[in-house]
């Protein structure tokens, strides 16, 4: 069974500054996709970012970008010019992409990010 | 706004008692799946609905039950409720079954309090 790790429970970061939020997992397939959701004091569950295993190219979405390493099964989050509004806790999701197999998230424990001013 | 909804927002209950948990999905999406936050859990994947059929089922009790209707709306019924069922129960949605494309949207979750 694939399991994910998040071994960060709290993280702080100064606001404008760079934070890395760490993860990694451990799985057998081949194919399969991670996410980073976050999850606000709202206790909204927002997609930040999505990786697909199969590309090598790490994904960025705007101030989000992950580092990606398939080999040591890590998939990390950096978090740049950080923002009030980033606190949150974070959390590292996996899905595996078999045909017909099913669709459900695997989440890590969750990483909580303080901002501070 | 993720596009899915779920009513109510908030249940207070007591041990013993029946509640159902109400999912609207966002437009288009065929997928509804079931997810249960608790501290002690952390997020636990229940159930997953696609196109009215169960297609995977988690760590789901037994007292636990779903659906899903023709309008691709879920219902999770939890029966028989003990003081460990409290927790924020997600309902998520996505546009088919699990397939390589796919990504699961949130909604707000019902806060379930047993007393």
């Known amino acids: 069974a694939q399991t994910v790790t998040q071994s960060q429970p709290e993280m702080s970061v100064q606001e404008a500054e760079t934070v890395t939020l760490s993860c990694t997992y451990d799985t057998s397939e081949s194919d399969y996709y991670l996410f980073w959701y976050k999850q606000p004091p709202s206790r909204q569950m927002i997609l930040v970012i999505r990786q697909e295993a199969y590309k090598q190219q790490n994904a960025t979405e705007n101030r989000f970008s992950v580092n990606f390493q398939k080999a040591a099964k890590s998939f990390s989050l950096k978090i740049s010019d950080s923002q009030l509004g980033d606190a949150a806790m974070y959390f590292c999701a996996y899905r595996s992409d078999y045909g017909g197999s099913q669709g459900n998230l695997i989440f890590g424990k969750g990483t909580k990010l303080s901002v501070k001013p | 706004d993720s596009g899915v909804t779920q009513t109510p927002k908030h249940l207070i209950t007591a041990t013993g008692q029946r509640v159902t948990l109400r999912c609207s999905p966002r437009s288009g999406d065929l997928s509804v799946y079931w997810y249960q936050q608790s501290l002690d859990q952390g997020l636990q994947f229940l159930i997953q609905?696609?196109?009215?059929?169960?297609?995977a089922k988690g760590n789901i009790l037994e007292r636990f039950s779903a659906q899903q209707f023709p309008d691709l709306h879920s219902e999770l019924n939890l029966s028989s409720l003990e003081l460990g069922d409290s927790a924020l129960y997600f309902c998520?949605?996505?546009?088919?079954?699990?397939?390589?494309?796919?990504?699961?949207?949130f909604g707000p979750g019902t806060r379930l309090t047993v007393l």
């Open positions: 998520a949605s996505s546009e088919t079954s699990g397939e390589s494309t796919d990504t699961q949207y």
């Open positions: 609905y696609y196109n009215g059929e169960e297609r």
